[in-house]
């Protein structure tokens, strides 16, 4: 067995982790150079994404009416199931806002504001059980301030 290595001969081991190095770094640099010329979301492009992400809080302020029309009479649940889905209905519209509320304040504070405040007074008719005319205009008022606060789209 010889200490020595012969003088110009590389290992395959070596080749194959300068290679994969190589790779790794080439990579690298074409992802950093991708990103830095990459254009920049507009304005306009930001609040469609938001309203995209908005689309379940809407539909849930919309079915949450609906299921509940169904579900309570003189004050009674009178359908279980559908007085379940009225709130579940909500715990929808509570998950869309929550993952939103901070582009909700970056457009307008006392928007995003109204919001919860209109989402929280529908949620208080639900659980009080009151008629299903209020909880329709509490459900209107809800879905109008969710599209002021994001504006028509």
């Not at 010329?37 to 306009?44: L, N």
């Not at 208080?124 to 205009?137: I, L, N, W």
Request: net charge positive.
């Amino acid at each position: 067995m010889s200490l020595y290595r012969q003088a110009g001969r590389a290992s395959g081991r070596t080749l194959a982790l300068t290679a994969a190095g190589a790779l790794v770094a080439g990579l690298l640099v074409g992802f950093a150079l991708g990103r830095s010329t990459a254009p920049d979301p507009t304005v306009a492009e930001k609040v469609a994404d938001l309203r995209s992400r908005l689309r379940p809080a809407e539909q849930g302020l919309e079915l949450t009416a609906t299921e509940y029309a169904q579900a309570v009479r003189g004050g009674r649940v009178v359908q279980p199931t559908e007085y379940e889905a009225a709130q579940a209905d909500l715990g929808r519209v509570d998950d869309a806002l929550a993952g939103a509320r901070a582009d909700l304040r970056a457009l307008s504070a006392d928007r995003a504001g109204a919001l919860d405040r209109a989402v929280a007074t529908l949620r208080g008719a639900v659980t009080r059980r009151a008629e299903p005319a209020e909880v329709q205009r509490l459900s209107d008022a809800a879905r109008a301030a969710l599209r002021a606060a994001v504006g028509p789209g």
